[in-house]
């Protein structure tokens, strides 16, 4: 089974990271993106996420910010329904690696924290 990949966040990060993402891989269906417009009341936001999820058994939610709306949204909605992992800290290393591995939730979930930390790094200046 194929589990869907949910990205939260705020304002158009969501869309250009899973646009980034398929620039490198080609399209995913498996993507979803959820944007926090700047008026939207996180109600409305929590509602627009949970259309997104739907039915699905199992959805991992990247999300941009450790306590910021779209993350809270998804906490709730995973306490209503289960079958939800949120990760925070989305950047494009752990969207990526999730999308070319197969796992359960649990392992994809792991895999994009590990991910995500490990694309983080101080990169050195070229010299001549």
């Known amino acids: 089974m194929t589990i869907p990949v949910l990205l939260a966040g705020h304002g158009a990060l969501p869309s250009g990271v899973a646009d980034a993402a398929e620039l490198v891989t080609g399209p995913q269906s ?30 991992l939610v990247l999300a941009d910010l450790p306590g910021g709306t779209p993350a809270n949204a998804a906490k709730l909605v995973a306490a209503r329904r289960g079958g939800l992992r949120i990760v925070t800290g989305l950047n494009l290393p752990m969207l990526l690696e999730v ?27 070229l010299t001549r």
């Open 30 to 59: 498996r993507l979803l993106v959820c944007e926090l417009g700047p008026a939207e009341s996180p109600d409305s936001y929590g509602e627009r996420l949970s259309d997104l999820v739907g039915d699905a058994p199992e959805v």
């Open 99 to 125: 999308l070319v591995r197969d796992g359960d939730l649990d392992e994809l979930a792991a895999l994009a924290q590990s991910a995500g930390k490990g694309g983080v790094l101080t990169e050195p200046v």
